[in-house]
């Protein structure tokens, strides 16, 4: 099994018995089934056969597969919708400080899963409910993002734009999976910050972010 999607921390108390298998643990095997092969097959027999226990243990910590999904939900938004909103009310004194902020999330896994990301957006093309809860994200994110710019003296109908073009460009530049090394993105940073924010960001932002990113990398 691939190493699981982190957790945000969650309340798991373990049932009585010898029991193997923790609420983490059908969470994070229900996230990598999710990422890999879609919600179709995030079935509570698959997972008790991935994690090697039975289904009851399943029911000590859902109520339901519904309950169980609900949950992935809850924590897709827990950490890709918290982390991009965190990265964008981060203290900046510019905006390329503050649009480098953002450009975290493409390097810590913690701060954002893209994996995650195009699996909610998959699951969202085959259920109202779902699209509903990733238009709500969507708008959470770019209300974000434009009051970032807000903040950085755009009025308000350019920081909506600059946002929409942030925002969009990312999740296309991911979903094409160029398999691009960092090297290369890193090379071009300086110019997507003048792209994005029509202003040239000081060397030692730029600095100060590839070292981030290598750090990131060694971590």
Known sequence: MADPIPLSAEASATPPGNVKAT?????AVALDV????????VKVLTLGERLQVSRSSFYWYFKSRQDLLDALLRHWQDVNDAGLIAMAEAPA??????????????ADPELFSTPLDFAIREWARR?????????????????????????????????EARARVLYFTQLGY?????????RD???LVPEYLLVFTGREAPAEEVSAFETY???MQKA
């Open 23 to 27: 609420r983490e643990d059908w969470l």
């Open 185 to 187: 993105r890193l090379a």
């Open 127 to 159: 259920s109202g409910p779902v699209r509903r809860v990733l238009d709500l994200s969507d708008a959470r994110r770019l209300e974000a993002l434009a009051a970032m710019f807000a903040r950085h003296g755009y009025a308000a109908k350019e920081a």
């Open 213 to 215: 990113v290598h750090d």
């Open 93 to 106: 004194e510019t905006v390329t400080q503050a649009v480098l902020n953002v450009f975290r999330i493409t």
């Open 174 to 182: 991911d979903q094409a999976e160029l398999g691009e090394p960092w």
């Open 34 to 41: 999710l990422v890999s092969d879609g919600v179709e097959q």
